[in-house]
């Protein structure tokens, strides 16, 4: 066993404590409130500062309601190396606050790669130092030896492993929903997949280290996809914005409270256009809200 | 039209000006030579630099044997912010050569975030930068919407796109291979959907802006592949260590020259190690060696 545990035993433990489902995004889009952009120059090294400060922030006001942060690769990414840079920085201060990250990555490489991209985000990437994150988001296009790299960090370091299975956008159904010769749709044999290299990663509390993304926005999805991933914890996006009902998350949970993690993003961190008052405060309110909220689901499953 | 130009048309008058459909996979695995270390740390800012350092060596050496250069991303990503640092720095060194960079990311998200992914590599990232890269891999698993945003880069400014289609790695044939209920496999409907997509991003030389990533490590595949999507420029990895046969490759270039890249890593970049003489020579040799193999498939399929 590693030292900081198994990733499902962990996010076990934290959600049950906090009473908290809630994964909150970190997909930092501008403007930023003044308060993070002060002094800055309005090049990519002071757009990656300004970010940095925004997700500081934002981590400060909801690190004792949120199971889970997300950040949203993509966003650092757009701006470079300064950009990744800032997201390193948020990393570290989410794990000074032992609050468990979930590096929303959604990478897929040939094995020989995936090793990189598994050492990059859940692995040590110099001689002393912590993963940046707990958890990251991964592909299944390139099948299950493209997995086998973040098993073996799962295995080795408790990391934990969110594989798309059903993406909660308008084109999902374009590849995901497409029938079988044999029966079901490719997310229903892509689910089996996923639990059948998770079979081996069960912690004590019952979940598994390997789990997957399904989306909010396809009736009955969840249902299914908590019958066909049974220790899975499950990362589910697609509340809020875009329009998925709370009430389909419910089988999510039905294995352990932390079987789900519903991720709200923009609702939270966003929360604060438009409302006078500090920045933080209103963060934290609608965090506090989306906390019981998502709760209340929980409860309802029980 | 772009600037730049059509991405289709740029590499096909690179490949019949150079006689090349050679594309040098930069997958930077230590340990380097000597020359690339001398006097650094063995920390990842030095790791860094030093990747740089052999990056730019191998396009001194190989510029102008090459049609194209492709990063793979993770190696860099590996180091944190500086390792995507030194990327940029190998981006840029490759566009001052007029070396189209084809950015290995294999990216895939939701389109609100696949722009974000699509600014960072094919879009311009802060006022007056030019883009990191000519043309980018990306993955078809969250369905034709998610392309759009790279879609639109290819119209608006002269750029590229790889989609994964039929990758060549062994468990490739998990997702990829299942046979669909209306006949057909995955990756023919993924074929059929990247086609769709470019359709109306041809250039004058009846090449597509919208390309597709096809192994050479599956008989017959490449045939396939050139029938479901004619204007599609292929990007072709699986020869050397991975075992593809070179005669696969020939349906590639029916349309054009310029329609089938194949891309050799390893067996170009490494190819000093445990050989006497300066290393940037032995990378060379080795270039052209693979230059004149593939024009020679190429010619026959003429």
């Known amino acids: 066993m590693p030292d900081r545990g198994h990733f499902g035993d962990r996010l076990a433990d934290r959600v049950v404590h906090l009473e908290s489902v809630l994964c909150v995004g970190l997909d930092p889009r501008g403007p930023f409130p003044d308060e993070c952009t002060r002094g800055l120059r309005d090049d990519r090294s002071g757009m990656a500062r300004a970010m940095?400060?925004?997700?500081?922030?934002?981590l400060e006001a909801v690190g004792d309601l949120t199971a889970a942060v997300?950040?949203?690769?993509?966003?650092?990414?757009?701006?470079?190396?300064?950009?990744?840079?800032?997201?390193?920085?948020?990393?570290a201060a989410a794990r000074e606050?032992?609050?468990?990250?979930?590096?929303?990555?959604?990478?897929?490489?040939?094995?020989?790669?995936?090793?990189?991209y598994s050492a990059a985000w859940l692995g040590s990437r110099a001689p002393g130092e912590e993963p940046l994150a707990d958890a990251m988001t991964v592909q299944p296009y390139l099948?299950?030896?493209?997995?086998?790299?973040?098993?073996?960090?799962?295995?080795?370091?408790?990391?934990?492993?969110?594989?798309?299975?059903?993406?909660?956008?308008?084109?999902a159904d374009d590849v995901q929903a497409l029938e079988l010769a044999r029966g079901g749709r490719v997310w229903q044999r892509v689910a089996a997949m996923v639990s059948q290299a998770g079979e081996t990663l069960r912690g004590?509390?019952?979940?598994?280290?390997?789990?997957?993304?399904?989306?909010?926005?396809?009736?009955?999805?969840?249902?299914?996809?908590?019958?066909?991933?049974?220790?899975?914890?499950?990362?589910?996006?697609?509340?809020?914005?875009?329009?998925?009902?709370l009430a389909e998350a419910m089988p999510a949970f039905t294995p352990h409270p932390a079987g789900g993690l519903l991720n709200a993003?923009?609702?939270?961190?966003?929360?604060?256009?438009?409302?006078?008052?500090?920045?933080?405060?209103?963060?934290?309110?609608?965090?506090?809200?989306?906390?019981?909220?998502?709760?209340?689901?929980v409860d309802a499953a029980a």
Chains 1, 2 share one sequence.
């Open 52 to 58: 940095e400060r925004y997700c500081l922030g934002i």
């Open 70 to 91: 997300k950040p949203q690769v993509a966003f650092f990414e757009a701006l470079g190396g300064v950009g990744l840079t800032a997201l390193e920085h948020v990393c």
């Open 97 to 116: 606050r032992g609050l468990p990250v979930i590096a929303d990555a959604k990478r897929g490489d040939i094995p020989s790669t995936a090793v990189a």
């Open 143 to 171: 099948g299950e030896d493209s997995l086998t790299p973040y098993l073996e960090q799962c295995r080795t370091r408790g990391a934990g492993l969110y594989v798309l299975v059903r993406t909660s956008n308008p084109g």
């Open 204 to 245: 004590r509390s019952g979940l598994s280290s390997v789990g997957a993304v399904v989306g909010l926005t396809h009736p009955g999805a969840l249902a299914e996809a908590r019958r066909a991933m049974p220790a899975a914890p499950l990362l589910i996006p697609g509340f809020g914005a875009q329009g998925g009902v």
């Open 265 to 297: 993003s923009r609702s939270v961190i966003e929360a604060w256009r438009g409302e006078p008052g500090p920045w933080r405060d209103a963060v934290r309110s609608a965090a506090e809200a989306h906390r019981a909220l998502f709760w209340g689901a």
